[in-house]
């Protein structure tokens, strides 16, 4: 078992509080007293966990964030957005993924525990809201950044315009003369594409809907899939730019030009989309933005500012490109 502030307290005939300024290297300890807590804390290997070591000044100045994963398309951006903010302020971040499943959550709940930060933002992973709630209402602060749709009124957060940005998808479509659309779509147990797919077909209604994953592959085996079909489409929306990719993709091994033949929506506008040929109409998601503007209200709220009941919300864009 590793050694514990008690323990070092204990060796060193001294007080938690006492070992607690020697962590924080405040001034009241004297330097005999001082030194001999450093030695027994050496001699015992006590590592003080980040709630131990800033005890005395009752706050870490560090934020933490709880995503699903690093490997999502779109992360970056928001993670940059946050880390901007965070910077400016003087705060430190410490990053959390759930990718490991129980037994990341299980870490991150002991860094909760040890308030090895003075506030929370998240990305839901998936069947991580109702632990959050429970931290919220444990007193720590929490921010959501919420592009899967999670909406609770217990749970401030920053979001952005999925249904709408669906509908200027089909409204550009339409616009490019098209009428019969092939939607592929992510996983309809998220919020997000529940939404795009309502906000696109009030719009203009599908030739056909394919779900899928977030991935290039998604896009490259649907278009297959309704070729073989012998679905007759002119346009494809993409539910994210990968998936864009994989469907211009497979489009092209069997001769069919975008946007002549199929034109082809995106949604996100990530880097690539700029890159892909021809390149990628798409509908912008203000990632970059959504991390800051979470991250501002998150240290607003550290400086005394209650937290907002309404969602924050940061409008998508439609980006024009060639491919419709």
């Excluded at 959550?105 to 998240?122: E, K």
């Excluded at 933005?289 to 864009?317: K, V, W, Y």
């Amino acid at each position: 078992m590793s050694a514990t502030i008690s323990d070092v307290a204990r060796a060193a005939g001294v007080s938690k509080s006492t070992v607690s300024r020697v962590l924080n290297t405040r001034g009241e300890v004297d330097v005999v007293t001082a030194t001999r807590v450093r030695e027994v804390i050496a001699g015992l290997g006590y590592v003080p966990r980040s709630g131990a070591v800033h005890l005395a000044r009752g706050t870490s100045h560090a934020l933490g964030m709880l995503i699903p994963s690093l490997t999502w398309p779109w992360m970056g951006e928001v993670l940059q957005g946050v880390a901007d903010e965070a910077e400016s302020a003087g705060y430190g971040l410490l990053l959390f993924t759930s990718a490991g499943g129980p037994s990341s959550m299980a870490h991150f709940t002991t860094q909760v525990s040890a308030r090895a930060f003075d506030g929370l933002l998240v990305i839901v992973p998936e069947g991580g809201l109702d632990p959050v709630t429970e931290m919220r209402q444990g007193g720590m602060p929490v921010v959501l950044i919420d592009d899967h749709g999670h909406h609770r009124p217990t749970l401030p957060s920053v979001a952005t315009t999925n249904q709408t940005g669906g509908m200027s998808a089909a409204a550009r479509l339409h616009t490019c003369g098209r009428r019969r659309p092939l939607v592929i779509t992510g996983p309809a147990r998220f919020g997000c594409v529940r939404d795009r797919l309502k906000g696109f077909t009030d719009i203009l209604p599908p030739t056909l809907v394919c779900e899928g994953e977030f991935t290039w592959e998604t896009g490259r085996t649907a278009v297959e899939r309704a070729l073989a079909q012998d679905c007759d489409f002119d346009a494809v929306f993409a539910h994210n730019d990968l998936i864009a990719a994989g469907a211009m993709s497979a489009l092209r091994a069997v001769g069919r030009s975008v946007p002549d033949d199929v034109a082809v929506v995106g949604f996100d506008d990530l880097p690539m989309a700029r890159h892909t040929e021809p390149p990628l109409t798409t509908v912008r998601q203000p990632m970059r933005a959504m991390g800051s503007a979470a991250a501002g209200m998150l240290l607003a709220r550290l400086r005394g500012t209650p937290l907002p009941d309404e969602p924050q919300i940061i409008p998508t864009e439609l980006v024009v490109r060639e491919s419709a």
